[in-house]
């Protein structure tokens, strides 16, 4: 059974920055897509980020672009999140996500999601 699991949230002033990780196990993930998902108080969950196992072709909602970088270390099976630039409407807890051969943009493709990790960004 795959598994996702998130370290490296927490709280963090405007214009800092965080790493998240997301630590995966249990599958076979050379044809996944891996990516990063958040959701703030009351509103819907939304693509962040996303990223193949293989090949360089990384993934970006507009609102992250240029502050928000996904990267993967194949041999340690994770998948990170680095975030710079850090803004208050970044507060949300963001979610490891997988997904089989397509890069999964909506929630409803993804195959597997982590726990969560809360990220807060004070003003």
């Known amino acids: 059974q795959v598994q996702l699991v998130e370290s490296g949230g927490g709280l963090v002033q405007a214009g800092g920055s965080l790493r998240l990780s997301c630590a995966a196990s249990?599958?076979?993930?050379?044809?996944?897509?891996m990516g990063w998902f958040r959701q703030a108080p009351g509103k819907e969950r939304e693509f962040v980020a996303a990223r193949g196992w293989t090949g360089g072709t990384t993934y970006y909602a507009d609102s992250v672009k240029g502050r928000f970088t996904i990267s993967r270390d194949n041999a340690k099976n994770t998948v990170a999140l680095q975030m710079t630039s850090l803004k208050p409407e970044d507060t949300a807890v963001y979610y490891c996500a997988a997904r089989r051969r397509v890069v999964p943009r909506t929630p409803s493709e993804v195959n597997y999601w982590g726990q969560g990790t809360q990220v807060t960004v004070s003003s």
């Open positions: 249990g599958g076979t993930f050379s044809t996944y897509y």
